[in-house]
C-alpha cells in the first residue's frame, strides 16, 4: 500500500544533470514528497540512473519523454505520475530554500486552491550572487501589497514555480501545459488563478530562480520565433481573463508584446493584434499609451499613432 503523498514536485530537464542534481538536494527526502524528474531526451539521459546517485534517492521517480518536446511535454508526463495533494513545480536550473522543508510542513493541510510564494534569483555559477530574474515578481508583490489586487497578481504572474497548486484543481479542469517552446507556462499559471476559488499569498520566499546563459529565459524575446510564440500565449491569457472576469487594466504584459512587435520588424503581426485588441477588453488608445516609455519623444508617439490606426482603417 503507497503511502499519503502530500506533495508531487515536477522537474522538467535538458542536458544540465549537474544542475539537476543541485535542485534535487535542496529537496528534503520525505515519505509523504514524490519527486518527479521527466527528461526531455537529454543526450546519453538514459545513462543517468548509473551516474547520479541523487536519481535512486527513495520517492525519486525519473520518466523520459518518447520525443523533444520541451518543458511543457515533460511537465504534462509529469501531471500523469502526480499523487500529491499539491502540485510543486521546479525548472532543473532552479532549487528551493533551505527551509523547504519547513514550509512543507506548514501548508501541507491548508484549504486553498492555490498559494503564491516570494522567490529570489541568483546567478547559477555563483549562487552568492543575486541576480535580476526576480525583480519583476518583486514587482508584482509591491503592487499587491499597495493595492490588494489579487486579479491582477494573478493575471501578471506568468509562472509556476514558486506556488503550490492544489492537484485537484488541476485534474477536475483539466489544465494541461501548452507544448509550446518558449511561454508554455503562462496558460497553466493562469487557468490555476482564475478557476481557484481559495487564494493565499504568502511573503515566504521558496524558491530560488537563476539566471544562466543558455536557458530559454536567457537574452528574452532574442532567439528565433520566440517573440510570436509568447505574444500569442500572452494574448491568449488575457482573452482568458476577461472571459472569467478578472480585471484586466492596466495590463502590462501584451502592451509589451505589443512594443516588441512594433519595434522588431513584426509589424504584420502587431497590426493583426491591434485589430483585436477589443476582444481581448484593451482598448486600443490605452494599449497605445502603455506602449510609450516615459521618454518616448512626439515622432515616436505620432509614428505609432498613425501607422497604427492607418493600418486599422485601411488595410483590413
Keep these: 500500500m503507497q503511502a499519503e503523498v502530500s506533495y508531487s514536485i515536477i522537474i522538467p530537464h535538458y542536458d544540465i544533470p549537474d544542475l539537476l542534481v543541485r535542485c534535487l538536494q535542496s529537496i528534503p527526502v520525505r515519505e509523504d514528497v514524490q519527486v518527479i524528474v521527466v527528461d526531455d531526451c537529454s543526450p546519453g539521459g ?35 505520475h502526480a499523487r500529491g495533494h499539491w502540485l510543486v513545480f521546479a525548472d532543473a536550473d532552479d532549487f528551493f530554500v533551505e527551509d523547504f522543508g519547513r514550509l512543507l510542513d506548514k501548508y501541507k493541510d491548508y484549504a486553498e486552491d492555490l498559494i503564491y510564494f516570494r522567490a529570489r534569483s541568483v546567478l547559477s555559477d555563483d549562487i552568492s550572487k543575486p541576480a535580476h530574474r526576480s525583480e519583476w515578481l518583486d514587482v508584482l508583490w509591491k503592487d499587491y501589497e499597495a493595492n490588494g489586487d489579487l486579479d491582477s497578481l494573478c493575471g501578471r504572474s506568468p509562472i509556476v514555480w514558486s506556488k503550490f497548486f492544489r492537484r485537484s484543481l488541476i485534474e477536475q479542469n483539466n489544465i494541461r501545459f501548452d ?94 493584434y491591434f485589430r483585436k485588441l477589443d476582444s481581448i477588453g484593451l482598448p486600443r488608445l490605452l494599449a497605445l499609451r502603455q506602449m510609450m516609455s516615459e521618454h518616448a519623444g512626439h515622432l515616436r508617439k505620432l509614428k505609432v499613432y498613425l501607422l497604427s490606426y492607418y493600418h486599422l482603417l485601411f488595410k483590413e
Excluded at 48 to 54: D, F, I, L, S, T
Excluded at 65 to 70: A, D, L, Q, V
Excluded at 221 to 235: M, P, Q, S, W, Y
Aim: net charge positive.
Design 46 to 80: 538514459d545513462e543517468y540512473a548509473a551516474r547520479y546517485p541523487e536519481l535512486k534517492r527513495p520517492f525519486v521517480e525519473f520518466y523520459s519523454t518518447k520525443h523533444r518536446g520541451g518543458a511543457g511535454t515533460a511537465r504534462n508526463i509529469g501531471l500523469q
Design 179 to 272: 507544448e509550446t517552446r518558449y511561454s508554455n507556462d503562462y496558460w497553466f499559471a493562469a487557468s490555476a488563478a482564475v478557476r481557484a476559488r481559495k487564494v493565499l499569498v504568502e511573503s515566504s520566499i521558496l524558491y530560488v530562480s537563476t539566471v544562466r546563459s543558455g536557458s530559454l529565459a536567457y537574452n528574452m524575446n532574442t532567439k528565433d520565433g520566440e517573440l510570436e510564440t509568447r505574444a500569442e500565449v500572452c494574448f491568449r491569457v488575457q482573452k482568458l481573463l476577461l472571459e472569467n472576469g478578472k480585471k484586466t487594466l492596466p495590463y502590462e504584459p501584451f502592451t509589451m508584446y505589443m512594443r516588441l512587435l512594433f519595434d522588431n520588424d513584426k509589424r504584420a503581426l502587431y497590426y493583426q
